[in-house]
């Protein structure tokens, strides 16, 4: 059997890259790197399979690649795009492909999502996804010629107020005095970025790199999440 990478061809310019056929055995290994924080790092392998498709829905199990734990069923769009419940509502949250795939082509993720947490009493997400070009990447199944998308995008935070109580005691030469302090904050407005990339490859159906980079309202980044391809096996109905 070729090399996986050998099985990457460069697409003429111009040439629009329809949505791949994606069915129930397609298996992907991928190295995931995460780093959060000025210290925290780790990293593992991660294995996604196919379980099942429809018209519009691609079912599939995450597991660390090689556990004998029973995987994580869950589902994506027919384009790998993300979706869950915001407000009540079923909205996309992360949309990577947007096919047919040209050079220049771009589209939007936007939601507002109510109380998220106890810290937020909103979040709004602005993210813009943009089909740059064709480039060359390296990763562990290879080298590949491969489509490159970028987002750049913003987040916006209200702060809930919050109160702060601290009780103490003081003492003076006629006993101790006790007080209570009160710090209260006002809710406010806090903003940062939000950077992501993926190198999207039609013959592997999938990424086989992608990178998803999180700033705070300081300007420093938080959180940095990268998955590179170390292996792809085909489904049976794909085979030869």
């Known amino acids: 059997m070729a090399?996986?990478?050998?099985?990457?061809?460069?697409?003429?310019a111009g040439q629009p890259i329809?949505?791949?056929?994606?069915?129930?055995?397609?298996?992907?290994?991928?190295?995931?790197?995460?780093?959060?924080?000025?210290?925290?790092?780790?990293?593992?392998?991660?294995?996604?399979?196919?379980l099942r498709?429809?018209?519009?829905?691609?079912?599939?199990?995450?597991?660390?690649?090689?556990?004998?734990q029973p995987p994580k069923e869950t589902f994506a769009g027919s384009d790998?795009?993300?979706?869950?419940?915001?407000?009540?509502?079923?909205t996309v949250v992360n949309r990577p492909l947007s096919f047919p795939l040209t050079a220049g082509k771009s589209w939007e993720v936007?939601?507002?999502?109510?109380?998220?947490?106890?810290?937020?009493?909103?979040?709004?997400?602005?993210?813009?996804?943009?089909?740059?070009?064709?480039?060359?990447?390296?990763?562990?199944?290879?080298?590949f010629q491969a489509l490159k998308i970028e987002s750049d995008g913003q987040w916006h935070a209200?702060?809930?107020?919050?109160?702060?109580?601290?009780?103490?005691?003081?003492?003076t030469g006629h006993g101790a005095t006790l007080f209570t302090d009160v710090d209260k904050t006002a809710a406010r407005e806090v903003s940062g970025k939000i950077y992501?990339?993926?190198?999207y490859v039609p013959e592997v159906k999938r990424w086989v790199k992608s990178v998803e980079e999180y700033y705070s309202?300081?300007?420093?980044?938080?959180?940095?999440?990268?998955w590179e391809l170390e292996s792809f096996k085909p489904g049976a109905a794909a085979a030869p």
């Open 217 to 226: 309202s300081a300007g420093v980044r938080n959180e940095r999440y990268t």
């Open 196 to 199: 992501k990339a993926f190198w």
């Open 80 to 90: 790998w795009s993300r979706s869950r419940d915001v407000n009540g509502a079923d």
């Open 158 to 171: 209200t702060v809930a107020p919050n109160q702060k109580i601290v009780q103490g005691a003081e003492s």
């Open 3 to 12: 090399p996986l990478c050998a099985l990457a061809t460069v697409a003429l």
């Open 53 to 68: 498709t429809t018209a519009s829905t691609i079912f599939y199990s995450v597991k660390p690649s090689g556990s004998t």
């Open 18 to 50: 329809e949505r791949p056929s994606v069915v129930a055995g397609d298996t992907w290994v991928y190295r995931t790197t995460i780093e959060k924080g000025p210290s925290g790092w780790n990293q593992s392998s991660e294995e996604i399979a196919v």
């Open 110 to 143: 936007s939601y507002t999502e109510m109380n998220p947490n106890k810290a937020h009493q909103s979040e709004k997400f602005d993210i813009k996804y943009t089909v740059v070009g064709w480039e060359s990447v390296d990763v562990p199944a290879g080298k």
